[in-house]
């Protein structure tokens, strides 16, 4: 993710995917960004493409577009409320693409991969103050998906912010996916855990239902969704507009990532024969 002191919002995000948004602007001591660094994020890779700093005074109506500002005023209002003594830089950005771990967590690995695999876990559990923790960590992700971090960190009797840093690690690897509430365990990390033989209850689930899982929305939209029973992207296709924005959670942002799927997928919501009435 961008950490830059200020996280950019889920909008901001995709406004840059969208490449509606081309720049930021930060109040720094320093730059804290490298011109070619490429940013995980939640809608993929965002490259650094300029790092200027720049006169408040010479900021324009035109830089707040770029920058999703709802206008100039607004642009310096929000510059001036965190850190106001320090300089202003303007920060080009460009969507780079999806994030490689995508591909690579639906990848089932080979022999030697799996080998290699099992060497850097067991290399992890050996570094750790706490114990082995990559094979209980797997196995739990894969027990409970879509379950709230601090209740996977408390089962296991650790605190949340170093569980979810393990948890990046294997991320990392493929091993693990990142939801809007909580993960799940990849196609990769499942091969791991069968190749070891330890024993799954998700094995004796019933297959999930094939089609494309919802895009990144916000916990609150997916709680509301996921109530439904709605997990894919074709049953979205089943509402309306008007029945998915009437859920409690579900607000602007989600709704326009639900269409932008919609459309990626060549699919839309249903007709609502009360709209145009």
């Known amino acids: 993710m961008l950490n830059w002191g200020v996280q950019m919002r889920p909008a901001e995000l995709a ?17 804290r960004v490298k011109v070619g660094t490429q940013m995980r994020t939640a809608v993929g890779l965002v490259e650094i493409t300029s790092v200027d700093r720049v006169p408040v005074r010479s900021l324009t109506a035109a830089d707040a577009r770029r920058a999703g500002a709802a206008s100039l005023v607004a642009l310096r209002e ?45 290399r992890l559990d050996r570094a750790s103050s706490t114990g082995p923790w990559t094979r209980q960590t797997l196995l739990l992700i894969d027990e409970l998906p879509a379950t709230r971090a601090p209740d996977l960190a408390q089962r296991m009797g650790r605190d949340t912010p170093s569980f979810k840093q393990d948890v990046r690690k294997l991320k990392e ?50 709680r509301a969704l996921t109530a439904l029973g709605v997990v894919r992207l074709e049953q979205v296709a089943g509402l309306s507009e008007r029945e998915v924005l009437a859920l409690h959670g579900v607000g602007a942002y989600a709704l326009q990532r639900l269409r932008a799927a919609l459309d990626e997928a060549g699919l839309s919501f249903r007709d609502d024969p009360g709209a145009s009435s």
């Open 15 to 31: 406004a840059i995917r969208a490449g509606d948004v081309d720049v930021a602007f930060r109040r720094w001591d320093r730059p």
């Open 173 to 222: 690897r493929g091993l693990t996916e990142s939801l809007d509430i909580g993960y799940r365990l990849s196609p990769r990390g499942a091969a791991v855990l069968d190749h070891e033989g330890h024993p799954r209850p998700s094995r004796d689930r019933p297959m999930p239902e094939p089609g494309i899982p919802l895009p990144h929305i916000g916990a609150a939209a997916t």
């Open 78 to 122: 929000g510059l001036d409320r965190v850190h106001p003594e320090r300089p202003v830089y303007r920060i080009g950005l460009r969507y780079a693409g999806v994030d490689p771990r995508h591909a690579l967590r639906e990848s089932v690995p080979d022999d030697a991969e799996i080998d290699a695999i099992v060497v850097w876990l067991d």
